[in-house]
């Protein structure tokens, strides 16, 4: 089996054309591999790059240059340069995402938003539905906000459906923007259970933790940004 | 992933005597995706619909349509009767102001029934029936199937033309700034309601909207069109969250928070 997610000279900047076309470069030069069931935890100061190159692995944000490869469907996907059609078949079946916030849609319940992902490969609702109360109750989510539509829950209540919606399905490559950031200590460790489970089944994990006894726990290795970042050249 | 577009769709080209439409605008829609074109106020979003509709005859260019036994068509080199068959059965348009799209003085239940007569249903009862489901399905009361949409709010109006739309089960539906006229908590309530159908139905859809939100909501792959031009396109949330072209960050950073 290849490697799931390999990064190879991947290049970004953002163009400011409202901005009289001012450049803003984000991350120079990126090389780095996930191998299957690993964690490594994208580290380095706020601003560095690391949300940014999450954006990019998941087909968010394009890239001036490199390529981002995903094993997928036993064939080598170049993000990078792949079609939307493609993008999409590949974060429905290979690549999972726990973005920082919840986009939420007016009228669709917690239980809905969760199984989603499981509907949208095919299984039927109920049997997706199980399965989402399962994990929201481990997330000792309160049962009685199941039913409701996430726009009014705390941070701490929409984090938890989040995860939940991107630990449901059984994606090789799952990328994780902070998924502890407004959680209890309880939940934090239910959070760090549900990677080690992931690790287990192979499943290849980058992350951002800002959280150290989180990361301490999860993380294989740490990979260190700033190494990328163009900043680090104009001040040295 | 099925390996056949439904829609190839190449060089269309639309003039106003000199005055450019749309120019040369390529790409091709797939089973199950909803594609929006935005665009100001005359940047060709709506010509170009047009276009692809066969409400419009293009300039130049071709569009060609993958019909239920698997063959491709050119929509241009069909017959008129061919053409309006496929417009009363296996596609669907919603118009921005649902009194285009609906027959205004006759029932509810009539407008969602007559597409089924034109595909060939004589049974009354069944008629009635399935009306009836679908009147549920937009969420308008089945009270309501013996009035006429002229008794009926904006919303429900647009609600009850996306009924009479989807009762033939068609393949590809275009919408011409679906949710224009309406205020926004009715708003929610039709995307929602939209976005529902689509996914269940796994149709294709073509929406042409000004609204960034609506596409976001609605769409997995974007076209930003300008002066007829179509200057980027990809997926949905890459154009959003980085848009490349000076007009789409135009766009994109026009939006106003709340």
């Not at chain 2, 349509?65 to 669907?92: C, I, P, Q, V």
Request: hydrophobic share 40%; with cysteine.
């Amino acid at each position: 089996m290849a490697t799931p997610l390999v990064v190879s000279e991947v290049f970004k900047s953002f163009t400011m054309h409202l901005r009289d076309g001012i450049k803003l470069p984000v991350v120079n030069d990126v090389n780095f591999s996930v191998a299957s069931g690993e964690c490594v935890v994208l580290g380095g100061p706020s601003g560095i790059g690391k949300s940014s190159i999450l954006k990019m692995l998941y087909g968010n944000y394009a890239v001036d240059a490199g390529q981002i490869l995903v094993d997928h469907k036993d064939r080598i996907v170049d993000i990078a340069r792949a079609d939307p059609r493609t993008v999409l078949d590949v974060r429905r079946h290979t690549l999972g995402y726990v973005s920082q916030f919840l986009r939420t849609v007016p009228r669709v319940s917690a239980l809905d938003v969760v199984a989603e992902p499981l509907v949208a490969r095919g299984i039927a609702a109920p049997e997706a539905r199980d399965k989402a109360a399962e994990l929201l109750a481990k997330l000792n989510l309160p049962q009685e906000l199941w039913t409701l539509p996430p726009a009014t829950f705390s941070g701490g209540e929409q984090q938890r459906v989040n995860i939940a919606r991107g630990f449901i399905t059984s994606h090789r490559i799952l990328l994780l923007d902070e998924p502890t950031a407004s959680l209890d200590a309880i939940n934090r460790r239910v959070v760090v259970e549900m990677i080690a489970d992931k690790k287990r089944e192979g499943v290849a994990l980058l992350g951002i933790f800002h959280d150290e006894e989180v990361r301490e726990a999860v993380a294989d290795r740490v990979l260190d940004v700033s190494q990328f970042s163009p900043r680090k050249a104009v001040a040295a | 992933m099925t390996d056949t577009p439904l829609l190839k769709v190449s060089g269309v080209s639309k003039f106003y005597g000199s005055r450019i439409g749309c120019k040369d605008v390529s790409f091709e829609l797939w089973p199950g995706e909803v594609l929006a074109i935005v665009g100001e106020s005359g940047s060709g979003k709506t010509t170009l619909l047009n276009c692809l509709s066969t409400r419009l005859m293009p300039t130049a260019g071709s569009v060609e349509y993958r019909m239920r036994d698997g063959n491709f068509r050119d929509l241009y080199h069909m017959s008129e009767a061919e053409r309006r068959f496929l417009m009363r059965t296996d596609w669907g348009f919603v118009h921005q102001n649902p009194a285009d799209g609906l027959r205004m003085t006759v029932s509810a239940g009539a407008n969602v029934g007559e597409r089924l007569m034109a595909v060939g249903d004589r049974h009354y009862g069944k008629i009635r029936e399935t009306a009836s489901d679908w009147l549920t399905r937009v969420e308008i009361g089945t009270d309501r199937i013996d009035d006429q949409p002229r008794a009926f709010s904006g919303g429900m109006r647009q609600r009850l033309q996306i009924a009479r739309n989807l009762v033939t089960g068609p393949r590809l539906v275009f919408m011409d700034e679906p949710t224009g006229g309406l205020d926004v908590s009715v708003q929610a309530r039709l995307l929602d309601l939209v976005r529902g159908l689509v996914n269940d139905l796994g149709l294709s859809a073509i929406v042409v909207t000004h609204d960034l939100a609506v596409a976001r909501l609605l769409s997995h792959r974007m076209m930003v069109m300008k002066d007829g031009h179509v200057i980027e396109h990809g997926l949905t949330d890459r154009v959003l969250d980085d848009p490349r072209e000076p007009y789409t960050q135009l766009l994109v950073s026009s939006i106003l928070q709340v």
